[in-house]
């Protein structure tokens, strides 16, 4: 059974914080995506990463940045935490293109 | 710039009758496109795809719809049930490539 886990359910962090949410898939894939998730805007890509050490940009990454060392972890960083980066945060995982993208449970961050 | 978009934000429907989903988008790029479901509290999960070199793709209960020339998708589910309520998103990728572009989510609720 496939399997996606991130690393907490809810976090609540100060303004000025620097935050990890982490990602891990036991499913050998090499693709990885962080997306956040508000409500009216659906799901917004991040970040997502092709291969160990590799990363691109999605459609919102300014405040984020990830890091990729190991195929199986995907790390997001919220480098000075803000309030408007309050959100739901979902990691996923996939094979190979065009695949199936496989979702974590969702981290829901509060930013104060 | 909402290249997908779900313009129906709710959407209520009997149980056993039929919910239709619908999504459209404005990227002739895109060719492969899919359906998620997502339960409050949990990650989306993959329902059901179709690439663009068909126009109607079929698992169980779902059957999706792609009218390329409308640039418009459908989910049809027949017969609704209430385990269905949850929230539908329909996304889209171009080039086979790894990025998905999300709507903005139907919140579909199959009342008895």
């Known amino acids: 059974d496939v399997k996606v886990t991130q690393s907490s359910r809810y976090l609540v962090k100060r303004t000025g914080e620097k935050v990890f949410l982490e990602c891990v898939q036991d499913?050998?894939?090499?693709?990885m995506f962080w997306y956040r998730q508000d409500p009216g805007l659906g799901l917004r890509l991040i970040y997502f990463s092709y291969d160990v050490k590799m990363k691109e940009k999605g459609d919102i990454p300014e405040g984020y940045s990830v890091s990729r060392e190991k195929k199986e972890r995907f790390s997001l960083i919220l480098e000075s935490a803000s309030t408007n980066q309050t959100s739901m945060y979902l990691c996923?995982?996939?094979?190979?293109?065009?695949?199936?993208?496989?979702f974590g449970p969702g981290t829901r961050l509060t930013v104060l | 710039d909402q290249q997908v978009k779900q313009n129906s934000p709710s959407l209520s429907v009997q149980e056993g009758r039929i919910s239709i989903l619908n999504c459209d988008y404005t990227?002739?790029?895109?060719?492969?496109f899919l359906w998620y479901k997502k339960y409050p509290a949990e990650g989306p999960t993959f329902l059901i795809s179709i690439s663009s070199i068909k126009d109607k793709n079929e698992d169980g209960r779902f059957t999706v719809f792609l009218n390329k020339s409308a640039k418009h998708l459908s989910l049809h589910i027949v017969p609704s049930q209430p385990g269905d309520s949850a929230v539908y998103f329909c996304?889209?990728?171009?080039?086979?490539?790894?990025?998905?572009?999300f709507g903005t989510g139907t919140q579909l609720k199959v009342e008895l």
């Open positions: 996304a889209a990728s171009k080039g086979g490539g790894n990025k998905l572009t």
């Open positions: 499913m050998d894939h090499e693709n």
């Open positions: 996923a995982s996939s094979k190979v293109v065009p695949d199936t993208q496989y």
């Open positions: 990227n002739s790029m895109f060719d492969y």
